[in-house]
């Protein structure tokens, strides 16, 4: 089953890694790879890849500071320049990075996997899922700006991805792996580790099927429009009410702390458009929904709140009709005479 081997949160670093240091990087990413690949074979890096702890580590020997978040960018920068010139020998190919690197992946797997003969449609559909998995099915305050994906020749991958919070200065690092695809969306994670901080959307749990489910049945019965619009009719209602004030009202702008445009700053309309885009293309089943481009997790949101909302409506008039079918009491039997 494919799963996320487990995560790591880190404090968010500036800065830039010297030249020198990145050359040091390189030569040592390549050296201790082969070595591993040599005595272990592929899967055995691979499977160290994928544990935070270890890749950690593997960041502080190659002369990283040993808790920073750019470990994760300046590691998998190593690995990619170091081992793409042995990719031929070791069967090893590291692919995305930071930023617009990160969006290439899908092409560069597609290009591997037509080069060495693996499926590359099929990891460019799961380098695919499993950003949209960490950013949009789980959402954890933590905004996706690196991806890298590490397959070998037979087709094994390591997925390595990286969140950023900066209202709380970290980052969190999301580490997967390959064994015996079955599911992305219904508990692949071997481990999620973090701080709390607060409530999470996390549409991976086994108990959030019906969820998933009916997130896709209200795109064809409900339709984008009646969606959007109780997507908003609910934030209204959570939202605080404005300060009284003997002051006549003025325009009032007030702008977010933050300098990124996020998903909670885009306008309903493009809600719509992405509900829209679902609906048109009738998805199968919810990873399907997840890979319709535009849908992200301000889509997603909104399915899974008014679906919540509807469910709860539901279950309170079936409450209600209980409740009153109890004080009018049960029905007389076939041929009783009532009251009797």
């Known amino acids: 089953m494919a799963k996320r081997a487990g995560s790591a949160d880190l404090p968010l670093h500036g800065g830039h890694v010297p030249r020198w240091l990145s050359d040091r990087m390189t030569r040592l990413s390549a050296v201790i790879s082969e070595a591993i690949v040599q005595e272990y074979g592929r899967d055995e890096l691979l499977r160290r890849l994928a544990h935070p702890f270890w890749f950690q580590s593997f960041g502080a020997v190659m002369g990283m500071d040993w808790h920073s978040s750019g ?94 919070n900066e209202d709380t200065h970290q980052a969190r690092r999301y580490h997967w792996q390959s064994e015996g695809l079955k599911s992305f969306v219904d508990e692949p994670h071997a481990a999620i580790d973090g701080e709390r901080q607060g409530e999470i959307v996390n549409l991976t749990d086994r108990r959030a099927e019906a969820s998933r489910s009916g997130q896709l049945d209200m795109l064809n019965d409900l339709g984008p429009d009646k969606i959007a619009l109780e997507f908003a009719a609910l934030r209204a209602e959570a939202a605080p009410p404005p300060a ?57 949101q909104a399915l899974a709140m008014v679906g919540r909302a509807r469910r709860a409506l539901s279950l309170q008039r079936s409450g209600a009709l209980l409740v009153r079918a109890w004080r009018q009491g049960p029905p007389p039997l076939p041929g009783a005479t009532p009251g009797l």
């Open 244 to 300: 009284q004030t003997d002051e006549p009202l003025l325009p009032h702008l007030i702008m977010p702390a933050h300098h990124d445009v996020r998903s909670s700053d885009v306008v309903t309309r493009r809600l719509h458009g992405a509900l829209a885009a679902a609906a048109d293309q009738g998805p199968a089943d919810f990873a399907d929904l997840l890979l319709v481009p535009g849908v992200g997790a301000r889509t997603v």
């Open 71 to 164: 470990i994760t960018t300046s590691v998998l920068g190593a690995l990619k320049r170091g081992l793409t010139p042995l990719s031929g020998e070791l069967g090893i190919h590291v692919c995305g990075g930071k930023g617009r690197h990160s969006r290439l992946t899908p092409q560069e797997l597609i290009g591997i996997g037509d080069r060495v003969g693996f499926d590359g449609m099929a990891m460019a559909r799961a380098s695919r899922l499993v950003a949209k998995v960490d950013s949009a099915a789980i959402q954890d305050g933590f905004d996706l700006y690196l991806h890298g994906f590490i397959v070998t020749d037979d087709g094994s991958w390591v997925v390595i991805q990286q969140g950023m």
